[in-house]
C-alpha cells in the first residue's frame, strides 16, 4: 500500500499516471452485474415463454377449428368423439361467477377499506388489517372445500328466493367463497389509495362542516377513484383466473346459462378437467386447453395491464 | 339563534352516519366471520381423522388405511426445491432493479411493469407454460419434483421479487455513500451493506411468497399431477404429489369419509402455513431495523 | 494539492457551480464557507467523485490531484475515493458493531495489516478509544451522535486517506461535541489535508487554515449558481475581505 508514504510526503508531486488507476481490473463488478440483469430479464423470459407455449398450440387448434366456430357455436365438448367446439358456455361459466365473486367483494371489499382508512384509530387498524389479510393466504382448494360442503348445503336448505334451489355443484357458491377470497385484495389496494389521499382535502371538507360519511363518500373516495377502480380491475382478473373454487364448488358441466344456481364450467375449470384427463401430446384435446388458456391469458393480460395503469395515473397524481 | 339549524342538521345526519358507519363494521366483520366459521367447519369436519395415521400412512382406496405421507413429503419436496431456486434468482433481480438498473431506460421500465403483470397471471396459466414447456414440450421433464418446482419458482418469483425490492429501498441511502466514500466498489457495497440490512425483509417475503406455493394447485394438476403416490419422492427426477392435489383428490371422491381426511389434510396444510406466516412476522418484528 | 480550473457543474441541465478556480494545498485545513444552496457541498463531493453517484450529472473544467486529472479516463473513481474519504453531514454509522464499522474499509481495500491493531488505532487518532474500548462488539447506534460522528472519521482514518473531506461534519452536534470534533481536526491536519464544509463561521475562522466563501449569483433567467467569490487566508478573510460580498456574508448582513 503506497497510501502511508503518500500521506507522509503528500507534496511529492507524483507524476506517475497509475495513482489514481485501480491496482487490477474489476472485471467481477461486470460479471456481477450481468448476472443480476440477465435474473432481472428472466422476468421478461417468462412472459415469452407464457406466450410461446400458448401461441404455436393455439395457432395449430385454429387450422382445426375455426375461429368463428370457436367463439359463436353454443355447444362445449371437445373431448367426445362427437367434438364441439364453442366456447361460449365457458365464457358464460366464467361470467356468472365472477359476477357472484364481484357482487360480494366489492362493495364489502371498499367498506372495509373505508373503515380502515377513515374510522379505525391506528391501533384497531394495525391489528384488523392483517387479520383480514388472512383471508388472502389461505389456500384456494380450502375454499373450494368450504363452498362444496358448507356454503352449498346452506344455501340448500334456507333458499327462499324464486326459482330452483342450487343443484349440488352450483356456480353460486363458489362464487359467493371466490368473493370472499379476493374480498381482502380489494379492501387492502383501496385503503392503500384513500390513504394517499393528501390530509388536507379532508381537513377542507371538514372546514365545510361535513361529517364523517360525507367526506369519506364525497370527498375521499372520488379523490381515490382511480386508484379504486385499479383494485375492482385487478378483482375481475383474479376472479376470472381462479381454477380450484370453481372446479371444486361449480361442477364440470358445461352451461350455457346465466342462472347462478345452476352448475356450469368455467374456462379455468375446463383447463384443469382437461389436464385431469391426460390428454395425449398433440391431439385436439391436448391443444383445447392451450387455445382457452390463450383466450383466458389475453382477457386477463388486458385487465391487469388496464390496472397497472390506473394505479400509475393515481399515483402521479398524489406522489 | 343558530342553535336549532344545528341541532336539526346533526340529528337526522347523526342517524345516517351512525348506520353508515355500522355497515362499515359489517363490511370487515364479513370477512372476519367467514374466517372463523371456515376454520371451525374445517376442524371439526377433519378432527376425527387428525391422528398420527394421516401423517404415517400413504393414499389408499380405503379411507380407512388413508394418509397423506407422500403428499406431506412431496410438499416438502417441491417447496424446499421451489425455495432454493426462487429466492437467488428473485433476490438478484431486486438487487438488479433497485440497485443497478436506470429506470428512465425503457427495457428496465419494461421489466418492472412485466413483473407487476406476472403478479396477476392465473396460476392456471404456469401450469400451461409447465405442461407445455417443462413436463412436456421441449424440456419433457415428465411430472417429477423438478418440474413442479420450476413451475411454482416461476409463479412466485414476481412475490419475491417485489418485496425483496421493498426490503432493498428501505435501505437508507447514506450506508450506501458511507460504503463508496471508504472506497467500496458497487458490489461490496451491496453485498457488504445493503444486503446484511435488507435481509430480514427479504426472508419475511421470500416466506410469504414460498406459502403461496404450498397451497398452489391448481397448475399442478395441469402438469399431470392427479396420480396415487404411495411412496415419497427420492429425488428431483421422481413423481410427486402435494398436499393441495391430495386434499382435491379425497374431495373429488363421492364417499364422506374421504371428505373428512380431506378436511383432516386442510387442518395440516392451514397448520403449516399459519407456522410459516408466524415465523415470518416473528422475523419482522426480532430483526427488522426502523431507520 | 488539488487545483481546480474553470470547475463547472450540472445536475442535468441545471448549473449548480460555475468558474470554480482554486487551489487547495497539503496538510491544512480548508473551509468552505456560503451562504445555504450555493453548492457548497457540491464542490467538495466533486473532490471525490461523490457526485459520480447521482445519475445525469456532469462536470466541466478540471481538477488535478497531484498533478494528475481527476476526472481522466483511465481513473478509476473507487481508487480516488479510497485515497480521498468523507464525512457526511449527518453521522451515518453502518448498522453493525463499532468494531465492523472502522475494518470495513480496511477489508474492502485489501488492507493487510493486523485488523485489531488498525482498528484500536484508528479509534485512537479519532479520540474515540476510550470510550469505545470495552464495548467494540456493540452496535454502531449505541453511541451518541458526537461517538457516532467521531467513529465515521475514524473508519475514515482506517483506510489512510490522504484528504478527508467534511461535509458539515458538526451540523447535528451539541456544541460539546462540537469542540471536540475540532479539537481533532487539529489534531488530525499533521497527517492529513481535511477540506471542510461549515455553515458556523466561528467554527471556519477556529480551526482553518484558508477558507474559501461561495455564493449563489442569479442570471436573468433567475437560474441560481453557485461561484467562488474569494479565497485567502482564513485571517484574512475574516478581517479584511477583498469582496463585499464576503464581507456582507461574515459580518451577517446577508439575507
Ligand atoms: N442531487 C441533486 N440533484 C439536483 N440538484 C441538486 C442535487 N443536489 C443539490 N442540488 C442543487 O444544487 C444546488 C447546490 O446544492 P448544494 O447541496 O451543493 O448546496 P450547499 O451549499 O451544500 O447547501 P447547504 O448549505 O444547504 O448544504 C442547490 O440549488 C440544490 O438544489
Ligand atoms: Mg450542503
Given at each position: 500500500m503506497t497510501a502511508p508514504e503518500l500521506a507522509a510526503s503528500p507534496d511529492l508531486g507524483l507524476g506517475s499516471q497509475s495513482l489514481l488507476q485501480a491496482s487490477r481490473p474489476r472485471y467481477s463488478e461486470q460479471v456481477i452485474k450481468s448476472v443480476l440483469a440477465l435474473c432481472g430479464f428472466l422476468s421478461i423470459g417468462t412472459t415469452v415463454a407464457i406466450i410461446g407455449s400458448l401461441a404455436v398450440p393455439t395457432v395449430e387448434f385454429f387450422s382445426e377449428v375455426s375461429v368463428v366456430e370457436f367463439f359463436t357455436t353454443r355447444e362445449w365438448a371437445p373431448l367426445f368423439a362427437d367434438a364441439k367446439f364453442g366456447v361460449l358456455p365457458l365464457v358464460t361459466g366464467t361470467l356468472v361467477t365472477t359476477l357472484v365473486a364481484l357482487a360480494v367483494c366489492i362493495p364489502f371489499g371498499l367498506g372495509a377499506a373505508i373503515y380502515l382508512s377513515e374510522y379505525a384509530q391506528r391501533r384497531r387498524r394495525a391489528i384488523l388489517k392483517p387479520l383480514l389479510e388472512i383471508l388472502a393466504g389461505i389456500p384456494t382448494v380450502v375454499y373450494g372445500f368450504f363452498a362444496l360442503t358448507f356454503v352449498t348445503p346452506l344455501l340448500r336448505d334456507v333458499w327462499f328466493l324464486p326459482g330452483e334451489a342450487p343443484t349440488v355443484f352450483n356456480a353460486l357458491s363458489a362464487g359467493l367463497v371466490m368473493g370472499v377470497m379476493i374480498l381482502p385484495t380489494v379492501a387492502s389496494l383501496s385503503e392503500d389509495a384513500m390513504t394517499a389521499v393528501p390530509q388536507s382535502l379532508r381537513q377542507g371538507a371538514y372546514g365545510l362542516g361535513s361529517n364523517k360519511m360525507q367526506v369519506s363518500t364525497r370527498v375521499v373516495l372520488p379523490a381515490a377513484l382511480s386508484g379504486i377502480v385499479a383494485a375492482f380491475v385487478l378483482a375481475i382478473s383474479r376472479a376470472m383466473g381462479e381454477t380450484m373454487i370453481v372446479l371444486i364448488a361449480a361442477g364440470g358441466t358445461p352451461n350455457l346459462s346465466l342462472n347462478p344456481a345452476e352448475g356450469m364450467q368455467t374456462l379455468t375449470a375446463f383447463i384443469a378437467a382437461a389436464g385431469i384427463g391426460d390428454q395425449?401430446?398433440?391431439?385436439t384435446g391436448y391443444k383445447t386447453i392451450f387455445a382457452v388458456g390463450s383466450t383466458l391469458f389475453a382477457v386477463t393480460f388486458v385487465l391487469n395491464f388496464l390496472s397497472i395503469r390506473l394505479v400509475r395515473r393515481f399515483r402521479e397524481v398524489y406522489e | 339563534m343558530t342553535s336549532p339549524v344545528l341541532e336539526r342538521r346533526s340529528g337526522a345526519d347523526r342517524i345516517k352516519g351512525r348506520a353508515f358507519h355500522l355497515f362499515l363494521l359489517s363490511c370487515l366483520g364479513l370477512g372476519l366471520v367467514c374466517l372463523v366459521v371456515l376454520l371451525v367447519q374445517v376442524v371439526t369436519k377433519g378432527l376425527p381423522r387428525l391422528n398420527i395415521d394421516l401423517f404415517r400412512e400413504f393414499p389408499s382406496s380405503s379411507p380407512r388405511r388413508a394418509g397423506a405421507r407422500s403428499a406431506i413429503f412431496g410438499t416438502i419436496w417441491v417447496v424446499g426445491i421451489c425455495g432454493l431456486l426462487v429466492v437467488p434468482v428473485g433476490v438478484a433481480a431486486a438487487l438488479y432493479l433497485e440497485e443497478?438498473?436506470?429506470?428512465?431506460?425503457w427495457y428496465n421500465r419494461l421489466i418492472e411493469v412485466n413483473i407487476q403483470n406476472l403478479a396477476a397471471v392465473p396460476s392456471i396459466v404456469y401450469g400451461i407454460l409447465g405442461l407445455g414447456f417443462l413436463s412436456r414440450g421441449p424440456l419433457n421433464l415428465g411430472f417429477v419434483v423438478l418440474a413442479g418446482s420450476l413451475t411454482l419458482a416461476l409463479l412466485v418469483l414476481p412475490i419475491v421479487i417485489i418485496t425483496s425490492r421493498e426490503a432493498i429501498r428501505a435501505v437508507p441511502n447514506s450506508i450506501r455513500l458511507g460504503a463508496y466514500a471508504l472506497g467500496a466498489t458497487q458490489w461490496q457495497t451491496i453485498r457488504r451493506q445493503v444486503l446484511p440490512s435488507a435481509v430480514p425483509g427479504i426472508a419475511t417475503g421470500s416466506i410469504l411468497a414460498l406459502s403461496r406455493a404450498i397451497g398452489e394447485a391448481a397448475p399442478l394438476i395441469l402438469l399431470g399431477g392427479l396420480t396415487f403416490l404411495t411412496f415419497n419422492p427420492t429425488g428431483l427426477d421422481s413423481p410427486f404429489t402435494v398436499l393441495p392435489i391430495q386434499i382435491f383428490n379425497w374431495i373429488s371422491r363421492p364417499q364422506e369419509e374421504f371428505r373428512v381426511l380431506a378436511a383432516a389434510a386442510i387442518v395440516v396444510l392451514l397448520a403449516i402455513l399459519i407456522s410459516m406466516n408466524a415465523f415470518a412476522i416473528f422475523v419482522r418484528n426480532r430483526y427488522e431495523r426502523r431507520w | 494539492m488539488f487545483r481546480i480550473t474553470a470547475l463547472d457543474f450540472y445536475y442535468g441541465d441545471f448549473r449548480a457551480v460555475r468558474d470554480v478556480n482554486v487551489d487547495i494545498s497539503g496538510n491544512e485545513i480548508s473551509a468552505v464557507i456560503g451562504p445555504s444552496g450555493c453548492g457548497k457541498s457540491t464542490f467538495i463531493r466533486c473532490l471525490n467523485r461523490?457526485?459520480?453517484?447521482?445519475?445525469g450529472t456532469r462536470v466541466g473544467g478540471r481538477i488535478e490531484y497531484h498533478g494528475q486529472d481527476l476526472y481522466g479516463s483511465n481513473v478509476d473513481p473507487i481508487e480516488v475515493r479510497r485515497r480521498i474519504g468523507m464525512v457526511f453531514q449527518k453521522p451515518n454509522p453502518f448498522p453493525k458493531s463499532i468494531y465492523d464499522n472502522v475494518a470495513f474499509g480496511p477489508k474492502v481495500n485489501g488492507i493487510k495489516q493486523n485488523m485489531d491493531d488498525l482498528v484500536e488505532e484508528s479509534l485512537q487518532r479519532a479520540a474515540l478509544w476510550d470510550e469505545v474500548k470495552d464495548k467494540l462488539k456493540q452496535s454502531a447506534f449505541s453511541l451518541s451522535g458526537g461517538q457516532q460522528q467521531r467513529l465515521c472519521i475514524a473508519r475514515c482514518i482506517a483506510v489512510r486517506p490522504d484528504v478527508i473531506l467534511m461535509d458539515e461534519p458538526c451540523s447535528a452536534l451539541d456544541p460539546l461535541a462540537t469542540n471536540r470534533i475540532e479539537e481533532l481536526m487539529i489534531e488530525l491536519k499533521r497527517e492529513f489535508t481535511i477540506v471542510i464544509v461549515t455553515h458556523n463561521m466561528q467554527q471556519a475562522a477556529r480551526v482553518s487554515d484558508r477558507t474559501a466563501f461561495f455564493t449563489t449569483e442569479v442570471n436573468d433567467q433567475a437560474q441560481r449558481t453557485g461561484i467562488l467569490v474569494e479565497v485567502d487566508r482564513t485571517e484574512k478573510i475574516f478581517?479584511?475581505?477583498?469582496?463585499q460580498r464576503t464581507e456582507d456574508y461574515i459580518t451577517g448582513r446577508f439575507g
Open positions: 395425449p401430446t398433440g391431439s | 443497478y438498473a436506470d429506470t428512465t431506460r | 461523490m457526485n459520480d453517484l447521482i445519475p478581517t479584511a475581505p477583498s469582496d
